[in-house]
């Protein structure tokens, strides 16, 4: 049920003690039954009871087997081995098929050299040996075999209770490259699961990290574990959640604990300028050149920064914005809203790059406000630049398809009538 080198043993079996498993149980059985030890038996068949590891010293393993019918099953409902891989109290470990003293099923056991304790399903034998009260399973094809004892039944129940989880993070924005810390806990009956934490950008998996190669105590206690925000390559938003599983296999409920994580991620990795990515690079490049700068009054202003803003703020990122001097996450802004904030980015960059400038009023104006989209051909015909009016104008009318409303699917989303999202707040308003 251990595994050495790949081969399916008993827990804390050694290659001595395996010889004399391989050597010894079953030319020990009995090949005929006693006529006398099965008559003087009780109706219940000799499988059922509980049985104790005997192939190695020391404190070892109990399952007891439970059935009737020709069908048992075996929970394990002691394990004081002290291998790095125990089994769980109330663990199904065998699943037996069978009459008499001759019987044949599955077995569960656990890879101590493949972390995190990997569980494998492998076809035994089961023998009864009436004389002796022992039992002997044998793992096939390989072989390998292990004694029990019949020993006197310890009082459990198997295993059926789910592991709960909490998980807890900081409220701030998270820098680029800071460090940042999430608690989290995991109570379970066994008093013992692994637990694992899975970050998600953009409702992809970014890492998935076992808090430890097996079992960890599952009483209750918080733990903290410590990341560093080195994540330049995915663009969030950002969510982190908690599961577990026990060591019967049974899994924490879903959805998982989930909670959103602000961390900040580089401007240019989220924009692209006043062009538009979605009409391929060549028509980008061209939307670039035309819009990111302008002139007003022989004075050029460059709307660039507004512009990645607001690319930003359409995909949901956390970035440092500066028209507001700070860091912004943009998750739950509207669509609507980050318009208007575009529009006021526009204007402030034109005063940045006009005031102190010796540009007419009307030079001005038509910067912070100018000509309405619908007026832009005649009004380009005529010398004047489009100003902060039609920029917003153009987004209100064709930037929908660029608006991600969806933040915890891969992907661009637009749909405004989508089901609830797990974690809550994965939803944006795409009006």
Sequence with gaps: MHAYRGAALLAG??????????????????????PLAVTSRAAVDPIVGAWKWVSGSGPQLIVHVTGSGGNYVGHVVQDTSGNRCPYPVGKLVWTIRGSGENYTGTVEWLDVYQAPCRVNSSPAIFRVDARTDGLAMCVQPNGFCADFARTKPVATAPDTTAPKVTIKVGTGIIGIAEKFNVSWSVTDDS???????????????????????????????VHESTFRAGYVDTLGPFYMCVSAVDGAGIRSAEPPKCEWLSIQVPVPKVSNGCGGAQFGPGAEAVQNWMLDTQKYGGETVNFRAACNQHDAAYGGATVYDP?????????????????????????????????????????????????????????????ISPGATAYFEGVRKYAQAAFDTNVVIAGNQTDNNMPSTWPPGGLRDNT
């Design 191 to 221: 008093k013992k699961a692994k637990v694992t934490l899975t970050l998600y950008s953009g409702g992809r998996v970014v890492f998935s990290d076992p808090t430890s190669d097996g079992l960890i105590k599952a009483t209750g206690q």
């Design 13 to 34: 079996v050694t290659i001595g003690a395996l010889a004399l498993a391989l050597l010894s149980p079953v030319s020990s059985v009995a090949s005929t039954p006693d």
């Design 323 to 383: 028209f507001l001097k700070r860091k912004v996450d943009f998750r739950t802004w509207s669509r609507a809203k980050i318009d208007e904030k575009f529009a006021e980015d526009l204007q402030t960059l034109c005063h940045k790059y006009l005031d102190h400038r010796n540009v007419h009023p009307k030079e001005m104006s038509n910067c912070t406000h100018g000509p309405t989209l619908a007026d832009v051909p005649q009004s380009v015909a005529a010398g």
